[in-house]
Nanobody, 118 residues
Framework: VQLQASGGGLVQAGGSLRLSCAAS????????VGWFRQAPGKERELVAT????????DYADSVKGRFTISRDNAKKMVYLQMFSLKPEDTAVYYC????????????WGQGTVVTVSS
């Protein structure tokens, strides 16, 4: 699975943004996918995940109620809709896919930068 994230940018606090992740590969529709982020000086953290069908999702407490992850297997796309953005959401956001063999997040896209100004 190959992944390419896009959609980052500069937004004011309280605003919204939608990140997209384009995937390629025959196994995309069978793998769980997720969004991670890494803020300056901090470790990478898991933001949201969804299972192969999109029917099950999970979120970090810090984004619950504000972010929504979704996927379109026919288009091989993953989305992260972000509302009520806060300056602490500023980070590089990455999409990732979990290997069905190892169970680890073994496939990564390049990051897209989200900057939230106060």
């Amino acid at each position: 699975v190959q992944l390419q994230a896009s959609g980052g940018g500069l937004v004011q606090a309280g605003g919204s943004l939608r990140l997209s992740c384009a995937a390629s590969g025959r196994t995309f529709s069978s793998v769980a996918v997720g969004w991670f982020r890494q803020a300056p000086g901090k470790e990478r953290e898991l933001v949201a995940t969804t299972n192969w069908s999109g029917g099950s999702t999970d979120y970090a407490d810090s984004v619950k109620g504000r972010f929504t992850i979704s996927r379109d297997n026919a288009k091989k796309m993953v989305y992260l809709q972000m509302f009520s953005l806060k300056p602490e959401d500023t980070a590089v956001y990455y999409c990732a896919a979990r290997s069905t063999v190892t169970g680890t997040w073994g496939y990564w896209g390049q990051g897209t930068v989200v900057t939230v100004s106060s």
